[in-house]
């Protein structure tokens, strides 16, 4: 539904791909289930902080920010601040949480909705080898 905001799993697993929906709320606090404030979309697992990151809803814009030391990849590259997040971006959480961004407005080409799995891995595999973020 392009009038709603939400984060869909990615997962190598063709019957496990795009089967969990995150609808987003004005802020949305991703977190470990343990955290000591309550997360709305709880993660748990290698690299997932207490307090991971924020997601927020503003005039129609997703923004996402990261908390310290916490490790958010957005395309292929290391999250260091509060960024605006576009239609099909692949956000990486911790170590085995992969997701792209539903965040459809008015004049979005939809062909941004097939980056899947394979693309965030890749992104990803070539920032850690190289330092640097994928051209997309």
């Known amino acids: ?8 799993n990615l997962n190598a697993d063709p019957a496990l791909n795009e089967m969990l929906v995150y609808y987003l709320k004005e802020v949305t606090l991703v977190g ?4 000591d404030s309550s997360q709305d979309i709880q993660l748990n ?9 924020v997601v927020e809803v503003e005039n129609g814009w997703v923004h996402i920010s990261p908390k310290p030391k916490a490790k958010t990849y957005i395309n292929g590259k290391l999250l260091e601040e509060r960024i605006k997040l576009k239609l099909g971006d692949r956000i990486v959480m911790g170590n085995n949480y992969f997701f792209r961004i539903n965040c459809a407005r008015p ?11 394979d693309l965030a ?16």
């Open 32 to 35: 470990r289930g343990s955290s």
């Open 1 to 8: 539904d392009a009038s709603k905001f939400y984060l869909i």
């Open 45 to 53: 697992g290698s690299g997932i902080m207490p307090e991971h990151c």
């Open 121 to 136: 891995q890749k992104e990803l595999a070539a920032h850690e080898l190289h330092g640097n973020a994928t051209e997309v």
């Open 107 to 117: 004049g979005d080409r939809q062909q941004s909705m097939n980056a899947d799995f």
